[in-house]
T-cell receptor, first 114, second 119 residues
């Protein structure tokens, strides 16, 4: 069983489109995250979310929005896609125990905007 | 603000050599957690180890070992007798603890070290 799963694995779309990436975790964790990995492999947090709090990295454009229908899902919606949004997006989850739990990552979604 | 520095961008070694990946961190908190993740060519992120700031005991797991030194704010990772399958990008990461339960704490990653092990 895959612990954290993302769909799709690859996404190619045109500029200006709106797209979503889905994420599901079956670990029973209470916190989920979205990270962005750019072409230089640099990983940066975009959002962290549990049932009490959404923390948004202030550098993330408001075209990006997380949506959590329930504790096991945190989907990423992106409006008006731009070329610079091309990257690999990773979903992750952890069980927050004073911040020390390791995060389990999905396999990543490679987004290409053309 | 927290920061993680991996000064080695790329390292190449020949199989069976030992290799150490450096990680230096900055944080104002006294309670924090350090991690290492591996990203093989297939792209997934694989958790390797977690260490909290109160535990400076070094850890060994098979060919992997970690040296945590608070005095130098370093958390270095050594692979002994490297193998071709160790070729990957290795990330060091930091998470600050929050004493308020329920607060999510994200990881701050270093820029990664690309390790290539040649046959």
């Amino acid at each position: 069983d895959t612990a954290v799963s993302q769909t799709p694995k690859y996404l190619v779309t045109q500029m200006g489109n709106d797209k979503s990436i889905k994420c599901e975790q079956n670990l029973g964790h209470d916190t989920m995250y979205w990270y962005k990995q750019d072409s230089k492999k640099f990983l940066k947090i975009m959002f962290s979310y549990n049932n009490k709090e959404l923390i948004i990295n202030e550098t993330v454009p408001n075209r990006f929005s997380p949506k959590s229908p329930d504790k096991a899902h945190l989907n990423l919606h992106i409006n008006s896609l731009e070329l610079g949004d091309s990257a690999v997006y990773f979903c992750a989850s952890s069980q927050e125990e004073l911040g020390g739990s390791e995060a389990f990552f999905g396999q990543g979604t490679r987004l290409t905007v053309v | 603000a927290q920061k993680v520095t991996q000064a080695q961008t790329e390292i190449s070694v020949v199989e069976k050599e030992d290799v150490t990946l450096d990680c230096v961190y900055e944080t104002r908190d006294t309670t924090y957690y350090l991690f290492w993740y591996k990203q093989p060519p297939s792209g997934e992120l694989v958790f390797l180890i977690r260490r909290n700031s109160f535990d400076e005991q070094n850890e060994i797991s098979g060919r992997y070992s970690w040296n945590f030194q608070k005095s130098t704010s370093s958390f270095n990772f050594t692979i002994t007798a490297s193998q071709v399958v160790d070729s990957a990008v290795y990330f060091c990461a930091l998470s600050e603890a929050d004493l308020k339960l329920g607060s999510a704490r994200q990881l701050t990653f270093g820029s990664g070290t690309q390790l290539t092990v040649l046959p």
